[in-house]
Structure formats: C-alpha cells, structure tokens
C-alpha cells in the first residue's frame, strides 16, 4: 500500500486517578507513509480541559495544528510521569510544518495561575516560533498585577546544541548566528529567585531590569 493507516475509535490515557480520553462519537484516523503523517480529528479530553490535532506535519506544504484549552499542566505532568514541578492552566496553539529534518513550529500560548516549584505568578504568555535557523521569541510573566518582566528578540538554533567536538566553542565570526534578547522589567520582588532554586533564600528587596543580551 502507498500508506498505513490507523482508525482509533476509543483511546483512554490513566495515571493514578487521571484519566483523559477520546470523546465519545468523534473517532480520529492516523495515516502515515514515509515521512508523512497526517492526523485526523484527534482529540483527548478531561471534564473542561481538551487537546486536540489535525493536519499534516512532515510536508513542506501542509500544516499540523494542535490546540490546547484550559489544560491542567501539573495534572498532564503527573500523566506523563513528570516530576511536579510546573502547575498552571494552558491554552494556546501551534502550527507544525516543514521536513521532519527542518520542521518549523509557529505558537501562541498562556498558562494563567501558574507555578514552577515554589515559585507562583499570575501568567506565563506570549509566542515563539522555531525554525531550524533559531527561535523568536515574545513572552511576558506577570507575576502580579503590578510585577512584570518581558523576553523579546532571537536566539540561534546552535545555542541548544552541544559544541560538536574540535570545534572552537568561542564563535567570533557568528557563523551559528546572532543572539539578540531584550529583557525588560517593572520593579519585581527578588524573591521569586527562591522559586527557582532550594540554595538561595531569604531574598528581599527589588529591580528592575533593561536589559539586552547579544552574542
């Protein structure tokens, strides 16, 4: 056959007391061949929140989209036997396209009430895109209603690799590409360092940040 295909009537996903699952009379189809998969109506839900997939990813021309609605991220955490560490609600999207050797990846996204550790704010939200080049980004964390910090502009792809081996990790010439991130902030508590590492504490006072990193 020119491709493979697999019909997925009721799917059911369990963790401890987590369930998500299919809903009922909405059956989703994955075909495949090659570098090809095309998926079809996938949907997985848990009383208010839902994920769900439809398109194409591994073309140059067609389009995966995946859509996230009030998404429990310490309950999907637990499901996929994380360590419980983030909590929050997530909505957002993201358009995948291209080869699965130069996939590009377009998102918006929002985690509302959220936490890392012991470490809790008001909202996470903002866009990234990937590309095999590097990622632009736009995020902004409030930490409060009247704390704020924002991360806003490019980082090169090589900046999430590994040095390859015998290769000078000092790039003069920039060949990996540019790093350029604003970083701007209201006036924060410096406690939320805390939130982010057991090995400081007792932090008081605040600032602000206006900063560019370039490299």
């Known amino acids: 056959p020119d491709h493979h295909e697999i019909h997925i009537g009721e799917l ?68 996929l036997l994380g360590d419980g560490r983030l909590a929050g609600r997530l909505t957002g999207d993201a358009d995948v396209s291209g080869s699965p050797s130069a996939l590009r990846v377009s998102s918006n996204f929002a985690l509302t009430k959220g936490a890392f550790r012991t470490y809790m704010f008001d909202a996470l939200s903002g866009t990234m895109d990937y590309t095999p080049s590097g990622l632009a980004l736009d995020v902004k964390l409030q930490q409060t209603p009247t704390e704020w910090i924002t991360a806003k502009g490019l980082a090169p792809a090589t900046l999430f690799r590994p040095t390859p081996p015998g290769v000078d990790e000092h790039d003069a010439g920039r060949l990996g590409g540019a790093l350029d991130v604003q970083i701007t902030s209201s006036d924060i508590g410096l406690g939320f360092v805390q939130g982010f590492t057991p090995y400081v504490t007792n932090v008081t006072g605040t600032m602000q940040a206006n900063v560019r990193v370039t490299g």
């Open 12 to 79: 059911a996903l369990r963790s401890e007391q987590i369930e998500w699952r299919t809903p009922a009379s909405q059956p989703a189809a994955v075909r495949y061949a090659g570098n090809r998969i095309e998926i079809q109506n996938l949907q997985l839900a848990n009383a208010d929140q839902r994920i769900t997939a439809t398109g194409v990813v591994g073309s140059n021309s067609d389009t995966l989209r995946i859509h996230v609605d009030n998404v429990d991220v310490a309950q999907l955490d637990t499901l």
